[in-house]
């Protein structure tokens, strides 16, 4: 009865979420190993990952894994941390055992990712183009995580004008502007311009990695002598204007 009661109890803690670390040293040459290495998981999706304590059996009372998140199992030297749908954007786990009174201890990087709801662009300010002037491309990229992992591409059909990364560090989603500058041409009249986001998550990413694309917008470029024209066009009005404002005067 009191095994059967010990085993319970075991099995309980091991479904419980764990606080990290106070003091743990991670640089010691014997410190566990988690394989992969590296974890790189869909918000949402599975994740599981094998810590080795140490070569040989540990004393089971001396070693143990810590998390923010899921579940562990303990075989022999080895734990099994077992997340069935990823909800943190921060998880975090620990190996660890205890020699000489010192915590010796093996971290495993988890990246949590999301790629955007929808990526949008627009030329800023959004008003009549006019052949030798600089305009703004404006990628609007909604709702994606992380964002220093994401880069940005702006396309004029299939040429290639830029790539911009934001200096962000945040591991929740966030919705990030990114912009461009380019002079258009007359010749530019009825290109298309569109922009990428594209998730870089590193080998341990998915393969391709996530890309979503905006649907293009088409430039219309008025010609130097159509912008002359409208000004000549418009002061003739305004000079006509007040003229018969004079005349009604008198």
Partial sequence: MFRRLILLLVSLMSHLPVVRL??????????????PSRLVVKHGDPASAICSICQSACPENLFGLERSVGEHKTKGPTIEWKVDKMTEWSPSAVCYYNVNSQKCCGVLPVTVYKAPDNVLISFDPNTLIFEGHQYTLRCAVHNV?????LTVTFYKGKTQLGQKMSMKTQETPVT???????????????????????????????????????????????????????????????????????????
């Fill in 22 to 35: 106070s003091s743990c040293d991670a640089s010691c040459a014997a410190r566990p190993v988690f394989t």
């Fill in 145 to 149: 995580a992380p964002i220093a992992n």
């Fill in 176 to 250: 990030e502007n990114y912009t461009l500058s380019t002079t258009l041409q007359r010749e530019d009249d009825g290109a298309q311009f569109w922009c990428e986001a594209k998730l870089e998550l590193g080998p341990e990413g998915p393969h391709p990695p996530p890309v979503v694309k905006s649907s293009p917008i088409t430039a219309s470029v008025r010609s130097n002598a159509v912008a002359l024209i409208s000004s000549l066009s418009l002061f003739v009005v305004v000079f006509s204007v007040l003229s018969f404002c004079k005349v009604c005067r008198v």
